[in-house]
């Protein structure tokens, strides 16, 4: 059983950079997968990036890659993305989630645990 809390959003201008945090709790959380999605209103949810246990792996979705940097820090408990060059299609709220599976990267399904959200908005 872990908790994901997400923070760093906000309203920004398009070509602006914005850095997500998801801070998280246990003491398993370098074990994990770790990913980030997001849902624009409206819209289902869709993958944004994923980042293996040690870090070592890292996917995009084609709509962020070459814009959206993920990482993790095990000793802080924490993943980011960095997100630079935002667009307004970028506008979401930004969940982070957990998978103590084996696939990497996890279908959207495969996730245990998810955090609350944190709002991304931007303006042209």
């Known amino acids: 059983q872990v908790l994901l809390v997400e923070s760093g959003g906000g309203l920004v201008q398009a070509g602006t950079s914005l850095r997500l945090s998801c801070a998280a709790s246990g003491r398993t959380f370098s074990s994990y997968v770790m990913g980030w999605f997001r849902q624009a209103p409206g819209k289902e949810r869709e993958f944004v990036a994923a980042i293996s246990w040690n870090g070592g792996r890292t996917y995009y979705s084609d709509s962020v890659k070459g814009r959206f940097t993920i990482s993790r820090d095990n000793a802080k408990n924490t993943v980011y993305l960095q997100m630079n060059s935002l667009k307004p299609e970028d506008t979401a709220v930004y969940y982070c989630?957990?998978?103590?599976?084996?696939?990497?990267?996890?279908?959207?399904?495969?996730?245990?645990?998810w955090g609350q959200g944190t709002q991304v908005t931007v303006s042209s």
């Open positions: 989630a957990a998978d103590s599976g084996r696939n990497f990267p996890p279908s959207e399904y495969e996730y245990d645990y």
